[in-house]
């Protein structure tokens, strides 16, 4: 449980502390009599349930966290906490500030073990009971923020990579939101690291402690011109660092949309914008300039050498080994 302790008007001492037990496991996976991993007709690794279920995470033991609140005013609040929890330290912190009566910034700094679906599913309680999502008029697909009552609310940090594996979450998001009249805008941005938990033996004990990183930003206005008649217009930009895969991307794009609702049940759209991804290997760099056209390059030093053991012949017998001699070398560095 929580404790709040005030020792003045705006400030307070808060800390908690209590028991968790986490356990983290998966399925052996089946492999064949080559010593290859089975799949299904789908793709999927079929698992061996004849074999012990494989550990990936366990923790079990006291957890607790002590900071500070602050509240100078009905408009701002400010809570920092330090603690240990995953068997390390553990830090989390939150700003809301009013700055106005028609705008409001939000930043948080979160630290938490997650999978896609339990992050997702706490994303999606997270936002208000009505809400707009932005999507990219072209693809369909949604830009990762949605507006909403209480301002912006960005998912793109969980959004940034469906994963089967469970992992140690941390990174920082902000927002701000303004409102007034017919018009509205907001900024979001943000950083998000994931830290991979996987078993030391099996499929997946590759990827054990492998991080991947993902930024993003997105700019977002919009009017109302009357009750049927709107304009939008969003800018956005996503970077994933893959960590441990040699593709990385980004993903960036703009677009106004004008839409106009003809009764109840019929909305009508007409967008102009751009969307792009630029992809890219530790050699090679893809960066689109039209929806047919991309300029690609590498450049890199490389070190590669091939050598083979000399032997000394006694007839049949292979005998002293002698030195090695060279029969190819070559270096160079990618990047």
Not at 198 to 219: E, M, Q, S, T
Not at 267 to 286: E, L
Request: with cysteine; net charge neutral; aromatic share 10%.
């Amino acid at each position: 449980g929580d404790v709040t302790v005030p020792v003045s008007p705006t400030l307070a001492l808060v800390g908690g502390v209590g028991y968790e037990k986490l356990k983290i496991s998966q399925q052996s996976v089946l492999i064949d009599g080559d010593g290859v991993p089975v799949v299904d007709d789908n793709g999927n690794y079929v698992g061996d349930p004849s074999a012990p279920r494989l550990l990936a995470y366990d923790s079990d033991g006291i957890i607790w966290d002590a900071g500070v609140l602050w509240r100078p005013s009905r408009r701002t609040s400010l809570e920092l906490r330090v603690g240990r929890r995953y068997d390390t330290m553990h830090y989390t912190g939150t700003l809301d500030w009013q700055a106005g009566p028609n705008s409001n910034v939000q930043i948080a700094y979160f630290d938490t073990i997650d999978s896609f679906g339990r992050g997702l599913n706490d994303s999606l309680n997270g936002l208000p009971f009505a809400f707009d999502a932005l999507r990219n008029p072209f693809t369909g697909l949604p830009t990762g923020c949605v507006s909403g009552e209480n301002g912006l609310n960005c998912l793109n940090g969980t959004l940034a990579g469906i994963s089967a594996a469970n992992y140690r979450r941390r990174g920082v998001s902000g927002q701000y939101s303004y409102a007034r009249g017919r018009w509205n805008w907001g900024l979001g941005m943000g950083w998000t690291q994931r830290k991979f938990i996987a078993p030391d033996v099996g499929i997946l004990a590759a990827i054990d402690g492998l991080k991947d990183n993902n930024y993003y930003a997105a700019l977002y206005g919009g009017m109302q011109i009357d009750p049927l008649t709107s304009v939008n217009a969003s800018l956005y930009a996503n970077h994933m660092d893959a960590g441990g895969s040699d593709l990385n991307f980004t993903n960036y794009g703009g677009y106004v949309t004008y839409a106009r609702q003809f009764g109840r049940r019929l909305t009508g759209q007409a967008s102009v914008g751009v969307d792009a991804v630029a992809t890219w290997t530790p050699g090679d760099v893809t960066v689109p300039v039209s929806p047919t056209l991309a300029l690609v390059g590498g450049v890199g030093y490389e070190k590669l050498k091939i050598s083979q053991q000399s032997v000394l012949i006694d007839g049949s017998i292979l005998s002293v080994p002698g030195p090695t001699v060279p029969t190819y070398a070559r270096s160079a560095f990618l990047f």
